[in-house]
């Protein structure tokens, strides 16, 4: 089993910077591909960023892409991501999913098993 928890969310104006975190315990990450979603109030859950097991390929929805970066540091079993640029409608409660071990990354929530409780992101114009 793995425990996922997210921190780094808050309030920051249009144009600001933030650096979202997930750590994980239970089991070491190196094995397992690792993406981040959000859901907007009122809006379904959506892929953000998704990252391979050893952090050389990732993947970025259009919306979000050019400002996100996930990047990750298995010896600290901790997946990161920095968002610039940001905007209003970046507002949402930002999730880290990993899927099993050895399993490619993907944009699909449905492929992704472990969930943390989500962080918060609000931003102000």
């Known amino acids: 089993q793995v425990q996922l928890v997210e921190s780094g969310g808050g309030l920051v104006q249009a144009g600001g910077s933030l650096r979202l975190s997930c750590a994980a315990s239970g089991r070491t990450l190196s094995n397992y591909a690792m993406a981040w979603f959000r859901r907007a109030p009122g809006n379904e859950r959506e892929f953000v960023a998704v990252?391979?097991?050893?952090?050389?390929?990732?993947g970025y929805a259009d919306s979000v892409k050019g400002r996100f970066t996930i990047s990750r540091d298995n010896a600290e079993n901790t997946v990161y991501l920095q968002m610039n640029s940001l905007k209003r409608e970046d507002t949402a409660v930002y999730y880290c999913?990993?899927?099993?071990?050895?399993?490619?990354?993907?944009?699909?929530?449905?492929?992704?098993?472990?969930w943390g409780q989500g962080t918060e992101v609000t931003v102000s114009s």
């Open positions: 990252i391979n097991w050893n952090g050389n390929s990732a």
């Open positions: 999913a990993c899927r099993f071990p050895g399993h490619e990354p993907a944009s699909s929530p449905y492929e992704y098993p472990y």
